[in-house]
């Protein structure tokens, strides 16, 4: 995912998580089926 962020230009972290959840391409890329879960952000929401 993060290669992909990279190409992309995608610098936020959790942007990055919610393109792979939307965009098709990129859950290809990543070997993510349609139903599989998408990794989240290892840092919680800020408050």
């Known amino acids: 995912m993060l290669l992909v962020g990279y190409c992309f230009g995608i610098r936020s972290e959790r942007r ?4 792979v959840h ?7 890329f990543c070997r993510l089926g349609l139903e599989d879960d998408v990794p989240d952000t290892s840092s919680p929401p800020p408050p």
């Open 16 to 19: 990055l998580c919610e393109e």
């Open 22 to 28: 939307l965009i098709l391409a990129y859950r290809w």
